[in-house]
């Protein structure tokens, strides 16, 4: 009994990693269009938030390095038209370098 338990824990642990990578993958196409379509993958971050009134919203980030965007999503469906770009004013951004 007790393996069966620990497979299905493994198994329900892969799938929420599947389920947050399609959900990654759909916001950032929704983010990226209009973009160069060459550019490094950035990290990417969500954010679920609820007010005290139950008002919920999600944020997707796109870490760059030295410069990031964020764009928010009702559930899941993301508006383009409400990307946001966040800079440190004392650092310059940069293009990120490629992974290897």
Same mark, same amino acid.
């Given at each position: 009994?007790?393996?069966?338990?620990?497979?299905?824990?493994?198994?329900?642990?892969? *799938?929420?990693?599947?389920? =947050?990578?399609?959900?990654?993958?759909?916001? #950032?196409? &929704?983010?990226?269009? !209009?973009?160069?379509?060459?550019?490094?993958?950035?990290?990417?971050?969500?954010?679920?938030?609820? *007010?005290?009134?139950?008002? =919920?919203?999600?944020?997707?980030?796109?870490? #760059?390095? &030295?410069?990031?965007? !964020?764009?928010?999503?009702?559930?899941?469906?993301?508006?383009?038209?409400?990307?946001?770009?966040?800079?440190?004013?004392?650092?310059?951004?940069?293009?990120?370098?490629?992974?290897?």
């Amino acid at each position: 009994m007790f393996g069966r338990h620990r497979k299905a824990r493994v198994l329900f642990g892969l *799938s929420d990693v599947l389920i =947050a990578a399609l959900a990654f993958e759909a916001a #950032y196409q &929704t983010f990226h269009q !209009g973009l160069d379509p060459h550019e490094t993958l950035p990290t990417g971050y969500r954010v679920d938030l609820v *007010s005290v009134s139950g008002k =919920a919203i999600r944020l997707y980030f796109f870490d #760059y390095d &030295t410069y990031a965007w !964020g764009m928010e999503c009702l559930g899941d469906v993301c508006n383009r038209d409400s990307r946001f770009m966040i800079l440190d004013k004392e650092h310059m951004p940069k293009p990120r370098g490629s992974s290897i």
